[in-house]
């Protein structure tokens, strides 16, 4: 483990303030300790995304989302006792507490060891990976390499996406092709990786939603659809089950967004006469991901041998009247490498 204060929230924080130090600590889950630094409760990435779901300002105290009936082990128990909270339990995390203290936090992933998917519950959902652009933010690197070929460390992006599904037990997937496709198929032909591939390959470009019309009729369950400049960690078996359970015909993934305006803003009146300086405003967004759980019947809705945009997509689902959800994750579970900043922090994240 970090620093164990790197997991600590103090009760007199903001929920904004959790989140953040949430994504610090990096596992989805923190502590909530007194100015006595005793632990009052326990907060999950799945209290974050329940404040956001009920419209909870992110700016109220973090005690209107703190776990206080949380289970907890002292500094000597056995393996047996932590198994039993993570199986019959089904937690993620166990703080170990003595005398009121947090001294230190075991997870699942690090008692299974590196096999992530023994506890995590496995998926058969198909995803289309959306790899047929141009990738001009990228420019000028992506006149050479397609997109999903570009470094992040080792392996290229669309392997790092695709071994996030794979950690769930997912290894179909359905590749949209259009720009270097000769490239990314030359890739996977060298490379012997575990997955069942099948390419969508457009004659003309389709937009960004236009070539899962080529899957109709091949999938029937829910899809997962993804940008091939982006991952998302995040537990997807999560995802299936609020699309599930809310009866969704898409649900959408987004990701708060914190934002600072470096700069003093003008509040003006009549006549440009100046009210107030807000300094350094701070704003909040929830921002959509590129990466989506699709109902079968939705690529009904998309037109044949038409450029048709997600955007385009999502208005065509609101106005059959179908149901849209949108399914949360903090800042840093989301990374896109679309653009050269992005890319280079994205590269420092994952390869730190």
């Known amino acids: 483990m970090k620093e164990i204060n790197e997991y600590k929230v103090h009760d007199n924080c903001t929920i904004k303030q959790a989140i953040r130090q949430m994504d610090i600590g990096g596992i989805g889950f923190c502590v909530c300790v007194d100015h006595e630094d005793n632990v009052v409760g326990v907060i999950s990435d799945g209290d974050f995304r329940r404040a956001v779901l009920e419209g909870l300002d992110l700016d109220d105290n973090v005690n209107q989302i703190v776990n206080r009936k949380y289970v907890y082990l002292p500094p000597i128990h056995s393996r047996e006792e932590l198994e039993d909270l993570f199986v019959h339990g089904a937690i993620q995390h166990v703080p170990i507490i003595e005398k009121s203290r947090l001294v230190d936090i075991i997870t699942a992933e690090v008692f299974y060891g590196i096999d992530k998917r023994v506890t995590r519950k496995l998926l058969d959902n198909p995803v289309v990976i959306m790899a047929g652009g141009e990738g001009k933010r990228l420019d000028p690197f992506t006149r050479i390499l397609p997109k999903p070929l570009i470094p992040i460390g080792d392996d290229p992006v669309i392997k790092l996406i695709m071994n996030e599904f794979a950690d769930f037990g997912i290894s179909s997937f359905h590749i949209s092709l259009n720009d270097k496709r000769r490239m990314i198929k030359a890739y996977f032909h060298d490379h012997e ?74 509040m003006v009146g009549n006549n440009g006469e100046l009210e107030r300086i807000q300094e350094k405003p701070e704003y909040d967004f929830l921002v959509n991901t590129g990466f989506y759980l699709l109902n079968p019947e939705i690529l009904g809705l998309i037109p044949a041998n038409t450029r048709f945009d997600m955007p385009d997509l999502i208005g065509e689902v609101q106005k059959q009247g179908m149901r849209i959800g949108v399914f949360p994750v903090s800042e840093k579970s989301w990374v896109d490498i679309g653009q050269w900043a992005e890319y280079h922090k994205t590269v420092s994240f994952l390869t730190d």
Not at 230 to 259: C, K, P, W
């Open 193 to 266: 990786l575990p997955f069942n591939i099948e390419y969508i390959e457009e004659d003309e470009p389709l937009g960004t939603a236009g070539a899962l019309k080529l899957v109709a009729g091949q999938v029937d369950k829910p899809l997962f659809v993804t940008n091939c400049d982006i991952i998302v960690r995040t537990d997807y078996s999560e995802i299936v089950n609020y699309h599930q359970q809310g009866a969704y015909d898409f649900t959408l993934v987004a990701s708060m967004r914190h934002y600072v305006i470096p700069y003093g803003v003008c």
